[in-house]
């Protein structure tokens, strides 16, 4: 087994730096795919296809936690529209994953000042004692601090790190927001602690929506009461902690783990007529944390993607490779569905000719970079061309990622893009009960789409692949 | 009874338009007076104290809804503060109102497309039976258009309106925004409605924080369920509305009316050396909404009060007459603690030398009017240039009203002021889980202190009175 795996590794190794066979010949798009995808991206520029597919998501279906009724009702949701947009191929691959359930949540300060607090549980929390829990609450000012803590010092208490996140374009701050909130519960559990709480990681310093997301709680057995203040329940908190008196805290979380539940991604394709079997793969994903209606997070993803294949339909023939949009199934529990789309096809992994995930909110596409063989450079500077004008940069020091569910696949050997976002505002929303409609701009929505429409029909029409391959791009470094 | 009423109406109009006896002498501020004011105010600019009462009461208790423990904690805290803070006597004075208490809510829509909504009901609502209550919405676009409503239309079902408040300087579309909120019930009532809703009077156009607030139910059996919506909530509801299809909703709300409470207005007074019988009445009101903690409605009021009576006690020497700063009870569900005020002193109106409340936020006091005889324009000039370098305009031409509780002891005949604040942002966070202390600018508070410990020391040192006397400015037309 092991030398087969060398082989294999060599192989794609071969492929991805451009010495084996085949790949020494540059991969092109050829001057009438280039003005066709100049045309598609003017035409989307000014097209309301996709502001259209996610008000109609997130009205028809509002909030889609995943496993819940509306989970149900969101892929029956996205059958139809696949269907009522012309696809030719409409399909679902099931997805099993842990069921969370949230039924509701309650907190208050009970000493030494009385007074209700705003959070909001976390994914795979464990739910509180009938009648609620009670106990002091412990501040570490990091996660590293909470990691070095002495077990005596947290044992029976409720853990709470006040982590704050800063507004930025490519929103960095959350690589360690989302530490604070995945990590630290567990580690809270594994030293003792009777529950953890944090700071939202989210940028909305004065509003009262606090913001979910999955912990790492991996087993029910593990888990403990997690959940979100809002920012200025945390700037609370830690001014009454500041009283140096001990401050205890009720929380009354009915949440929890309740077996397991299958769902589906939902899959729709513009056929090839070239090469039906080629894929150029796209999407978001089609559940939403439950308090907001999934507007940014990641109505928009789908809408874009559904959208962009759209377009590509309306053209007056089929493109050359198969378009493949995909409406990922519980991605904000820990990229469920992208994880079963990339086992059922890792050995196609040669058959993706490139792919991207929009999970990054609403905001304009400002940098692309790309993971590709090199002879397909000069390829993706023709994409890059054809979007520089609607205000695409193409950094080509940064590796492409193919985003969240589509990272999966990259890392079984996709080609992939990395499509990033203007993130300034998106952790405002990002999981919290302001994530609904009217924080999509449409013109900024079409121009994702335009993105998309563009690279997507380009990368369709290569003369040449971007050098896929089962195990190519293991390890690029890729970021999202 | 009849010709003793017009005699005191003759003897007010005397008195107001400064036709009687004494009125013939112009009211006048000594220099020094001035003077000291100035320094009053100069001091006040650089200080913190208000926002320190500020913190404390937002902190120490949070929200303080009317007949709730943390109303009564908040008294608590009032009368420990003005101790501390070094007043010459603290009193209370009681206020009895009916007790209304909330529970819980929630909402959702059940048809056509099931999801949840965010609301809040709204003081005086009646809860709905147990296991909730479910109706067809039916919308009006104006509270003129519910009043021509065929009561066929109406009965059972569950009346919606969807005014939408815009940001101004002065608020004024809060006019329209309360009327909607407290005549609608009452109005959608009497059609035999099952419930009401309408869109929040809020001007948070994206955010899930409903705004509560009184609604004119007076009497426990004419009420109705009452709910605000927040504003993308209601954006969502008319977006389904538009589809043209039934839509029916579910409310859950365990509010209502239960019995009568008896709380107190909490004063505190820097006593008059030279008339001590003779009051110059400022303050705020001490009880707040529950969602919100309470920071600019109106822990600001009670600050800015308090803070200005502070810093006229730490000057060398007594004033001439006494500063009486009071934090009334219950200015939400409908002004208890003014009317209290003024039913309890109506006969000491000539003993209030001038006198108004703030309750407005905390955004910077830009115009001052006045309600005084003619004799006092010249001093009410004297204290609008000493006002006018820290952003205050002197409007001659509007009446002072004496702020929201204080209005009714100038409807008994107290002289007032209006000092109007910037309230641009104000209706963002208005009686939502917004009104947070973060929503509070410490200089902006400050000028506001400024501002109130300048007028009130300036008052209080007058040469002189205002016109204040039983009847007097029963109709000056003042708005507030």
Request: proline residues 0%.
């Given at each position: 087994m092991r030398s087969l795996r060398l082989s294999l590794l060599t192989a794609s190794l071969l492929l991805a730096t451009g010495v084996?066979?085949?790949?020494t010949t540059n991969t092109v798009i050829p001057a009438g795919a280039v003005q066709t995808a100049t045309q598609l991206r003017d035409k989307a520029m000014a097209d309301d296809t996709g502001y259209k597919i996610v008000e109609s998501l997130t009205t028809e279906v509002g909030p889609r936690l995943a496993g819940s009724p509306a989970d149900q009702r969101g892929r029956e949701w996205a059958i139809a529209k696949f269907k009522e947009l012309g696809f030719d191929k409409v399909y679902t691959e099931t997805v099993t994953y842990p069921l969370w359930e949230r039924h509701s949540e309650h907190a208050a300060i009970v000493a030494p000042f009385p007074q209700p607090l705003s959070l909001i549980a976390l994914g795979y929390s464990a739910g509180t004692p009938k009648g609620g829990l009670t106990a002091e609450v412990v501040k570490f000012d990091s996660l590293d601090a909470l990691k070095k803590a002495d077990p005596a010092s947290v044992k029976g208490k409720i853990v709470y790190i006040g982590y704050r996140m800063h507004r930025q374009k490519d929103g960095h701050d959350y690589g360690m927001g989302s530490a604070v909130r995945t990590q630290g519960p567990v580690i809270a559990s594994k030293l003792g602690a009777a529950a953890y709480l944090l700071r939202s990681a989210g940028t909305d310093e004065h509003s009262r929506t606090p913001h979910t997301g999955v912990t790492g709680f991996t087993d029910p057995k593990d888990a403990i009461p997690a959940a979100a203040l809002s920012n200025p329940d945390a700037d609370q908190l830690e001014r009454i902690l500041g009283y140096g008196k001990p401050v205890s805290v009720k929380l009354d979380l009915d949440v929890g783990f309740n077996g397991s539940y299958t769902g589906a991604n939902v899959i729709g394709e513009i056929t090839g007529k070239k090469y039906p079997d080629q894929v150029v793969a796209i999407g978001g994903h089609l559940d939403s944390w439950d308090p907001g209606t999934g507007a940014i997070d990641d109505g928009a993803g789908v809408a874009i993607a559904m959208a962009a294949g759209k377009l590509i339909h309306d053209l007056p023939q089929r493109p050359d490779r198969t378009i493949r949009v995909i409406a990922f199934?519980?991605?904000?529990?820990?990229?469920w569905g992208g994880r079963a789309y990339a086992d059922k096809h890792a050995a196609e992994a040669g058959k993706h000719q490139l792919g991207t995930e929009s999970d990054f909110g609403s905001g304009k596409v400002w940098r692309m970079s790309a993971s590709v063989k090199p002879e397909a450079r000069g390829a993706i500077e023709q994409i890059a061309k054809v979007l520089q004008p609607i205000g695409v940069a193409y950094d080509t020091k940064r590796p492409g990622g193919g985003g969240s569910d589509l990272s999966q696949m990259h890392g079984k050997g996709m080609a992939a893009l990395s499509l990033t976002q203007d993130g300034t505002y998106y952790f405002d929303y990002h999981h919290n009960a302001n994530d609904t409609l009217d924080k999509i701009d449409p013109r900024e929505l079409a121009q994702n789409v335009a993105v998309y429409a563009a690279f997507s029909y380009m990368a369709a029409q290569a003369e040449g692949d971007f050098g896929s391959a089962p195990g190519a791009f293991a390890k690029d470094g890729a970021e999202d």
């Open positions: 084996a066979g085949a790949a199934a519980n991605e904000e529990m820990g990229l």
